[in-house]
């Protein structure tokens, strides 16, 4: 398995590279050299001789818990793996390599259409896993399974028809009540200036810069080789404070998970992060319960007030925290505020599951887009870069990742009401500036624990209770009823 | 083959990361992931169904020149490979880790015993892939074979006792004239300015920066993934204008060569360079023959002095020419002349052969080293750093590569020549700052032939003869007598 785990993160690296530093003209020998690195991995991890092993040790009695568990969550995976052929994993890998490039000529375009064909061969080798790998009513379910165990497309058809009222009545409130002025956050800030303070603020965060590092991509990312070495990307955009600091947190917040797994369980199911959703609770928790809380700003605004005085002297702290947590509807989902971000999601979850049953055709996204944004956030997309062009994640052949951005938000809610109660102080501790009683709660209820549990295991264990929506509702309702005086 | 070249350029991704952007703790796990894909690329290379596939192509009678050569070439080195077991292999790539971190550690102390266990673990290994390879009279042979086809103890032992004389005498006449002044090349040069002076001079040299990078790493190197993606290195030393400019070039050198091999044989022997020796002869030819001429400075020093006015305004070109040919003996092999550089080879030359007969052991490294310096070029090595432990090569299992590069410096001496008669006004061009006709003659002649030929065969197929070192003393000697009025 390390073996497996030493080829599939060297492709890792292939792709840091290809994101942060490849030359225009090596882009596609790269995507052959991922694909051949794919196709090996998946070689690997499909051997004969490997299931045999791992039957045999699934009938040992003598395994520890750790072991036991393991081996399982490996037997899972290989018998995943099986049901790929090596040419359609090749196959996929290539056709993503296309989607991906023409993504970005398309985004260059500004034109879905450039973006379509490729797209749709996507989308017809994503229809053919879903039957590779079997399904249970509907074929999404199957793409659901691979980012996050157990979701469904019934879970999540109740999960959003649940939140969904909720919150567009929290947000018919909050748009009742005078706006929020944060003209302050797009006045100039120069880039070596934004670069130095978010390394300053990541480095404060306990992110160990001798087991990883940071550098500049077109989109912001976190990726993993080893807990020893965690590799995140930002991008600075001079004319908006908000897009660097947050995604710095946020992808810090991905980057403390990996550093805090364990490295003995390299390679094996304890030694990688439980899920999707639960990464993505970790980044979450740290960007908005954290990164956007009033505690947090106490600490570092006056330090940040140094770092761009002329922007910020006459700006309170009051006026920034109320500036940040500003809800506005808007086309962006990487920009979005808390509350309207569900909606985005949302939007994304019903197109691709319409994809998949094929109610709709790849021709008609941008309509469907359109439409959505308009009726659900009351937004007129104005072109298809900011509208249905705008995520990475389709070119990446990731359908069936959205939905778990906002598991991620609800399991961080709960997770930080939990460390709250748990840690003495933490509130104290966070205006301080101190975020390391944080880290060290997470690393041993969350991080070290690796594969162990399923998300919502995990989420039994450390928080009494399994997934209540409710955590991340109350958590907004009382955030906004101060912010907007509601 | 281009599947099997894909897990190999990939590894070279790890490595060129490893140099240059790798976060200190991430070493050990990248270590094993670098010894991981090579194992996996010596396994493919040594299935017996790729053998049977070369067997049949080689009894085949409708091959081109070009496929024939291809399959022959192919064939060699599947021959040669198979003599590797998969576990030597991996035994060897996690000996050069080991080694390569405990070099590292031994310069920073400045103490050889801090990397003898290991590089004697190394040496022990080489010795026993002689063994395992087979060789004729000396067990270097093997090892040399590896870099340079048909090099043996013998044809260097004659090259070497032929030239160094002429050398000697040369080096005593030099000595015996009035020295020159180089100090200003010892001003402050500052990093940034440096860096953009060398990125000017590497694109005005033609090389593709949208098929390549410059990056900064401890030693200076390049390193091709495809012709479409080739990235180069180098450092800069703020006290030592020569340092980084020349390396600049010399990198750059390989680079060209690199970019200018045929795309459509990636993967095959007709997609790869000659040989070492005809490598570096493209570095040397660009770092020395045209690097450090007058010609290519008549252009290039008034751009210079723009760069760093302050340092070069009241330096004459001619002051600047004869101060970057300074011929001096010293201790570091990559700062040395053109001339008393083949003394360094010499002695790594002896020192190699003697460890791999064991004439003498690795404890006697650095008595041997330090003795045969003051011998040859009379200096008195004052620490470890600045003597055996200067080179990254052996940390890297590299032995026998040294004598490649004064072979690359003759053959360099012979293109050139055969350019300067072939190339209508090259000096005119190159005094203009054009080098794009030299390129042109370079990628015809040479870079896009591959491995078509041997460095012996390419020779004579581009110059009309085999390697003579006439060719170089000549050079030299018409350069130090211009220079030293000798």
Redesign the interface.
Known sequence: M??IA??K???A??QW?QET??????A???G??I???SE?SHRLFSEDELGIILKDLLQKNDLSAEQKRNVERTNEDYLKNKKYTSGFVRKLSEQINKAFHSWIESRKQNSFSVYEKDLDGLIQLKRQEAEMLGYHKHPYNALLDEFEKGATVELLDKTFTNLLPTLKNLLDKISSKPQIDDSFLKQNFPKQQQWEWGMELIKNLNF??????Q?ISEHPFSVS??P??VRITTRIDEDDFGNMTWSCIHETGHALYEQGLPEEE?GLPLGEACSYSIHESQSRLWENNVGRSKNFWEHYYPILQKHFPSQFQNISLEAFYKGINKVEPSFIRTEADELTYHFHVYIRYELEKKLLDKTISTHDIPAFWNEHYKNLLGVNVPNEKKGCLQDVHWSHGSFGYFPTYSLGSFYAAQFFETAKKQILNLDKEIKLGNTISLLNWLRQNIHQRGKFYTSEQLCKEVTGSTLDVNYFTNYLLHKYTSIYNL
Chains 1, 2 share one sequence.
Do not use: C
Not at 21 to 26: D, N, R
């Open positions: 390390r073996f030493d080829v993160n060297a492709n690296i292939l590279d530093y490849l030359p225009p003209k090596g596609q020998f790269r052959q050299q694909s051949t690195l090996i160990d810069f001798q087991a990883g590092r550098d080789f080893n020893h070495d390299y």
